[in-house]
């Protein structure tokens, strides 16, 4: 009868635990000039309230990285949403800009398919011999999954797009503009420890490419062993108890 009672004081709080995951949050508007916590790469510069990735000039690879906000844990989940603008378009206007969640430590420049190291988003605008040079990708450690062609709009339009990305255990849903572009699963994921990194390119043709208002979201995986340990810590002070008793 005693152990039942120590039973019932100690799951419903290790439970209670065990749902309790960390969670990372970013907010940046750029309008600042300067951002907390984030390394910018290459021709990257926080100008004009907003993060110009690249210029419009030839050849270019730019990036900025935030820094890991969940102490290395590992990530189950995390949300991402930001506004782009691509224009001074040239010679047809390229290459893109990419979202990466890379793992812990892999940051820099990255080109429109990102890091090939975690999960990388590329809005891409240029033809490489792929489905067209208006598309969004996805790849997991570099390895391409999705290419799905948007006919509408043009991602270099020079108009503010807003996208969102929602990663819950592998499944990565894609929106732009508040409209689903595509869902997947990506096979063999598992959680890893990592930050967010953006990315974009440009060569013999060229744009502009800006990114404002990113927003983001991290949950981590709860440790079960600490919580285990826990759990047998409450037990036995509450055996002591019942003993002294
Ligand atoms: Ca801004
Ligand atoms: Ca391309």
Known sequence: MKKLRTLLIAL?????????AFAGLISEDFNSGSVNGATLYGPSVVVNNELQLTSSNPSLLGGMSF????????????????????????NGGADGISLTYSRLGEVGVAS?????????IGFDTWNNDETSGNHISLRYDGVLL????ISAPSLQDGVVHNTAITMDEGLVSVSLDGTSIFTHQVA????YSGQFNFGARTGWAMSR???????????????????????????????RKTIKK
């Open 146 to 149: 999705v290419e799905q062609h």
């Open 12 to 20: 419903p709080l290790t439970a209670l635990l065990s749902n309790t």
């Open 67 to 90: 820094s890991d906000q969940d102490n290395g844990q590992l990530i189950k989940s995390w949300g991402a949403d930001f506004d782009f603008r691509i224009d001074g378009n040239s």
């Open 188 to 191: 063999n994921w598992s959680a």
């Open 112 to 120: 429109e398919e990102g890091l090939f190291s975690g999960l990388a």
């Open 209 to 239: 490419q800006v990114v404002d208002n990113f927003n983001a979201n991290t949950v981590a995986v709860p440790e079960p062993s600490m919580l285990a340990l826990f759990g047998l810590a409450l037990f036995g002070l509450a055996r």
